[in-house]
């Protein structure tokens, strides 16, 4: 008899939120993650089949996920992503499907993307100036990406906006940025600029601590909104003024990890306890099992070894080359 227990660690945090990658294919260049591009294995990777996508989230639904994020790499070069948004939003126990890409396709396919079950998207913007995006991004695809957020305001989906925070490129302009919120219904989201074993030298130079930014906020009269169960880790903050919020995430603040609630599912099938973890648990093998108890206590027995939070404040990124490596 198959018997479900959500799934919980050593630390007593249980995990209702399932950020899966599809691919780590990416068309952007941008300078903190694949500032080359993407770099095609000699040995063509192997992605999840919907079958696999399909057993995973009914998994991870029984175990208690109501929220599953799909991600990338870029997951809308996926030809078949309207079908695995569908998969995702299939059991009556999730609650929220939503996607984070860099938002080039978003225009022509948010009307479809939404009927299959997608009901938030984060779109990846690191400057609203044309220019500093495009050398950030590597691309000229600035019009397309804005266009895309329009579309996807218009279709009333719930919209962030992921912005890595930046010493010299966005936390400047952060003044002008802000002011865009007061008839924009969006979350501006500012990541903190997290350090991976490729991108050690961009973070020395251009990490900057999202605690400016709360005191400039806290200091102009925006407050903190209470955190949902199944959110990620943003404190998000609001202003009677603003019709938009502004959202922080802070990897390097104490005890950030102490209320970690996700899990990854990386892109070729391997679950990965934190970002910067180390080379993940490979469900390949249980995949292939008849049922899904298997993998279920394939991933229950995983999460022994997960542990109390990561080592980014000792320059420890794990074993995480990129950020598109584990869909971030």
Not at 77 to 83: F, S, V
Not at 155 to 179: A, G, I, P
Request: some cysteine; hydrophobic content about 40%.
């Amino acid at each position: 008899m198959e018997r479900f227990l959500m799934f919980i660690d050593q630390f007593n945090r249980r995990f209702s939120y399932l950020r899966l990658s599809v691919t780590d294919v990416c068309n952007f260049k941008c300078s903190y993650c694949l500032p080359q591009g993407y770099q095609r294995p000699e040995q063509a990777l192997q992605f999840l089949t919907l079958d696999e996508i399909q057993k995973l989230v009914i998994t991870f639904a029984k175990a208690g996920t109501s929220k599953i994020r799909i991600t990338g790499g870029e997951p809308t070069l996926r030809r078949d992503i309207e079908a695995i948004i569908a998969l995702c939003a299939e059991p009556l126990e999730v609650k929220t499907v939503a996607m984070t890409t860099n938002g080039y396709r978003l225009a022509k396919h948010v009307n479809s993307w939404q009927q299959a079950g997608l009901s938030r998207i984060n779109i990846s913007i690191d400057s609203f100036d044309e220019r500093l995006f495009n050398q950030i991004t590597g691309t000229k695809r600035f019009g397309k990406v804005m266009d895309g957020i329009e579309a996807a305001l218009s279709c009333d989906l719930t919209v962030k906006l992921n912005t890595v925070l930046m010493k010299t490129y966005n936390f400047v302009q952060f003044d002008r940025t802000l002011e865009r919120l007061r008839d924009w219904p969006v979350e501006l989201r500012y990541i903190e600029l997290m350090e991976t074993l490729e991108q050690r030298q961009l973070f020395e130079s251009e990490h900057i601590s999202g605690q400016r930014l709360k005191l400039f906020l806290q200091q102009r009269g925006w407050t903190m909104l209470p955190q949902a169960r199944d959110a990620g880790p943003a404190q998000v903050f609001s202003h009677p003024d603003y019709r938009g919020k502004v959202g922080l995430i802070m990897p390097y603040e104490h005890d950030f990890c102490a209320g970690c609630n996700r899990l990854r599912i990386s892109a070729v099938g391997k679950l990965h306890l934190c970002l910067f973890g180390e080379s993940g648990h490979d469900l390949r093998p249980y995949l292939q099992q008849d049922g899904i108890q298997p993998l279920a206590d394939a991933i229950s027995h995983a999460l022994r070894d997960k542990q109390s939070g990561h080592h980014l404040l000792e320059r420890n990124p794990g074993q995480t080359i990129h950020l598109a490596s584990v869909g971030g």
